[in-house]
């Protein structure tokens, strides 16, 4: 018979609990997940981020990572964005029967090297099984919590007017990557996600001393995205097109699909708005991460009426407006 | 001085001495890189660039996608379509909506998708919703040979295919004026340079080929104007690196084979003389409509949507009472509100705030 799950593995009982000793607890192990209780119990102190997310990518596996790494990437930047050290993780799936075990498997232990690449723990869990057709394969939750090293100025998440942009990387690859593997676009080599924990990158520019008026890990609805919030409705910001580092074939693959990199999702890309003096400070100690080689500045805030432009390599300038919907690709 | 700055000068001297001048494009493709890198921004005043019928989701008639709905709400039928069509409205639905409400409308970047997924799927009523110009309809083309090929039983095409000669002298012959045309680099590589040169022979309109990169699209304005100039109007392909006199005698003759020009229906311009493709009776079979024996759907556009006047380049996308208003990327009423290459569009993306 196949190693698939079946609707026993989400009953709570034996086949549950082989599930558990066989997959979970192997892959995650730690102390606080070691007793198998209901609550994990850890240690930590002072204020805390907490927050939650939840992932239904399709394909489950994409060139540059998997539901797995992205359900663990994506909350812990989320984290650490916050300005917080991301600490401990909780994960709940929600599993279609017919999965195959070994795929289960696979998405276990991408998520417990991305955990253990960011610092963190997965330290407990939940497993609900729907029949088939009821989710597509892997359904994933992760919920974290992070800590403020005591004294910590906590960015106050609002960028001021003569403020630079940074971003920390190359921006569009992940929804790129996606939508590249979903319209079986056969790029060779193929687009890889960016999806990454951001975390010590993060760290590297706070520790650098750099002062960080509002940082935010530009995810769906991408760089656009996050510049319009930030814009708000009294700040203008204004990007250099020519300094946004795009990858060459993700460049390729939105001028064939019509899509600007602009709103394409990042899952491994920090943007930072922080005093323009402290701009390149904040591009050197980002250059050393792994993953932030072509961290750059990309633009600068003024005061405004809450605009978006780019500047273009012509010399022209381009509105950036909020993203609107689905990014579809088009015709021609 | 780097070409941008060279050619925005000699325009800006050319343009000195001559009448206000209206360049009309008709490709989405210009309409989008010329919003999209301001290309306005460096033109005089007197130079005006208007956009006419060449966004492909654009002048698909409402009835052409009031058909596409019907056949997407069959429930045996898969429909494959470009994305940008997913999202026009007609009446309170669209093809994103009908999605949404458990359709299956699927969104492809190669028509072959839909063939792999008939071969795949040998249940499913498999249906390529085929829309665009003299670029597109090759590859509609290589789907039904395909077809053939393998024996697919399963498969058929809702063609809307158009072709951009006829529609250009509809349109010149009618009420719209412009002093020149800019001519859709990706249609002429396959056409051929040679297929516009009935514009300055039959209308005494100069006509220059131009690529997509903002220098060239100067440099096709500057051809231009340098014909206005003279008083000789010509046809310049001004996009040589992918333009040749004869075009793709290959993908012509793969059209050919499977379609015959037929009267079509424009949005906006109406119906026009062998303006679009159907499928040869040979081939019939391969014809969603015979094969779902459809009636003809009546469709109206919105109320106030002033698409035709847009499409026809008699107004400007913000003249139109429900542009940003009603009307928007969100939440769109007409056609060239959705393509991010439709006029409206592209106005509201790049330059809505009137920069």
């Known amino acids: ?332 | 001085m780097n070409s941008i700055e060279v050619l925005s000068r000699k325009i800006e001297s050319l343009a000195d001495g001559l009448p206000p001048t209206t360049i009309m494009e008709v490709c989405g493709t210009h309409t989008h890189a010329i919003r999209r890198y301001g290309v306005r921004q460096l033109l005089p005043k007197q130079v005006r660039l208007v956009s006419g019928p060449g966004c492909p989701v654009c002048v698909t008639a409402q009835e052409d996608v009031a058909r596409a709905l019907a056949l997407a709400r069959l429930p045996n039928v898969t429909l494959f379509c470009f994305g940008d069509m997913m999202r026009v409205p007609c009446g309170t639905a669209s093809l994103s909506s009908l999605r949404a409400d458990g359709a299956d409308v699927r969104i492809c970047v190669s028509p072959m998708d839909a063939f792999e997924f008939a071969r795949e799927h040998p249940l499913r009523e498999v249906v390529w919703f085929g829309v665009g110009f003299e670029t597109t309809t090759p590859h509609t083309a290589a789907l039904i040979e395909a077809g053939i090929r393998s024996g697919v039983k399963n498969l058929s095409i809702l063609c809307a295919h158009k072709t951009m000669p006829n529609a250009l002298r509809a349109l010149l012959g009618g009420e719209t004026r412009v002093d020149a045309l800019l001519c859709p680099g990706h249609v002429a590589a396959i056409t051929g340079a040679d297929a516009f040169a009935f514009l300055p022979e039959e209308y005494g309109i100069s006509a220059a080929i131009s690529g997509f990169e903002p220098e060239e699209l100067l440099l096709a304005i500057f051809a231009l104007l340098k014909m206005q100039a003279s008083g000789t109007p010509k046809l310049v392909n001004a996009y040589p690196r992918v333009v040749n006199p004869a075009g793709n005698p290959a993908a012509r003759s793969l059209v050919e084979t499977y379609f015959e020009p037929c009267d079509a229906l424009w949005r906006g311009l109406g119906e026009i003389s062998s303006s679009g493709l159907s499928l040869r009776p040979a081939f019939a079979k391969w014809d969603a409509g015979a094969r779902f024996s459809m009636e003809p759907v009546a469709a109206v556009p919105a109320s106030g949507c002033r698409c035709g006047d847009v499409l026809r380049g008699r107004i400007e996308p913000n003249e139109c009472a429900l542009f940003g208003q009603a009307c928007t990327p969100e939440q769109p009423l007409g056609a060239c509100m959705v393509s991010s290459e439709g006029a409206c569009a592209a106005y509201y993306q790049y330059e809505g705030a009137g920069i």
Not at chain 1, 153 to 166: H, N
Request: charged share 20%.
């Open chain 1, 1 to 332: 018979m196949k190693d698939c799950i079946t609707l026993a593995h989400g009953s709570g009982g034996k086949a549950y609990r082989e599930l558990v000793e066989r997959v979970f607890a192997p892959a995650f192990q730690n102390e606080y997940l070691a007793p198998l209780t209901d609550a994990a119990v850890c240690p930590g102190s002072g204020r805390i981020a907490l927050t939650t997310d939840g992932y239904v990518v399709t394909p489950l596996f994409f060139p540059g990572g998997d539901i797995g790494r992205l359900a663990v990437s994506g909350t812990v930047n989320d984290l650490a964005v916050s300005g917080a050290i991301p600490r401990y993780l909780t994960v709940g799936m929600v599993l279609e029967t017919g999965l195959p075990v070994e795929t289960l498997q696979r998405v276990v232990r991408s998520m417990a090297d991305t955990a253990a690449e960011a610092g963190v723990q997965i330290v407990t869990g939940d497993t609900k099984v729907v029949e088939a057709g009821g989710c597509s394969g892997i359904y994933l939750t992760t919920a974290g919590v992070g800590l403020f090293p005591e004294g910590m100025e906590i960015p106050p998440q609002r960028p001021e007017a003569g403020d630079a942009i940074v971003t920390s990387g190359r921006i569009g690859s992940h929804g790129m990557a996606v939508m590249a593997a979903r319209h079986s676009l056969a790029f060779d080599p193929a687009i890889e996600s960016d999806v990454r924990p951001m975390a010590r990158a993060v760290r590297a520019v706070l520790d650098a001393g750099c002062i960080v008026r509002a940082m935010r890990d530009p995810t769906r609805g991408g760089v656009a995205g996050t510049l319009s919030e930030w814009a708000g409705t009294r700040l203008d910001i204004t990007l250099e097109e020519e300094a946004l580092p795009v990858r060459a074939d993700v460049r390729d693959a939105c001028a064939i699909l019509g899509i600007d990199p602009l709103y394409v999702a990042n899952e491994g890309v920090v943007l930072f708005s922080l005093p323009a003096k402290d701009a390149e400070r904040a591009v050197a100690a980002l250059r050393t991460q792994t993953g932030c080689e072509q961290a750059a500045v990309i633009g600068r805030v003024s005061d405004g009426r809450g605009s978006v432009f780019a500047k273009t390599r012509i010399g022209t300038f381009r509105r950036i407006l909020p993203p609107s919907g689905e990014q579809l690709p088009r015709i021609c």
